[in-house]
């Protein structure tokens, strides 16, 4: 059973720095891209950031310059890290992976972890 874990949410005040982790965890095979979405109350999801394979990433007009997202390969782990918040910014991110969960099958399937809060106000 493959899981997507979330971390590091919480509460700051504009202008500061948060850091998300998600981790991946079950039987594994290969790592395709992943990314981050963020929902806020009464908006649609939206992709906020994603890094491929290859590290190739790609951000939001809205995060670009202050939100970076990296991965280590060896703990199946992507972060983001976000900095100079806004209120703006607050929302549900949920982190999202392509996986490949068996070797007699090539296919990429996508998960979903359980999302985490951030809330950016003074």
């Known amino acids: 059973q493959v899981q997507l874990v979330e971390s590091g949410g919480g509460l700051v005040q504009p202008g500061g720095s948060l850091n998300l982790s998600c981790a991946t965890s079950g039987s594994i095979f290969s790592v395709g891209t992943m990314a981050w979405y963020r929902q806020a109350p009464g908006k649609q999801r939206e992709e906020v950031a994603r890094?491929?394979?290859?590290?190739?990433?790609h951000y939001a007009d809205s995060v670009k310059g202050r939100f970076t997202v990296s991965e280590d390969n060896a703990k199946n782990t992507v972060y983001l890290q976000m900095n100079s918040l806004k209120p703006d910014d607050t929302a549900v991110y949920y982190c999202?992976?392509?996986?490949?969960?068996?070797?007699?099958?090539?296919?990429?399937?996508?998960?979903w972890g359980q999302g985490t809060q951030v809330t950016v106000a003074s």
């Open positions: 890094i491929t394979p290859d590290r190739y990433t």
């Open positions: 999202n992976a392509n996986l490949q969960v068996s070797f007699r099958d090539p296919r990429y399937f996508e998960y």
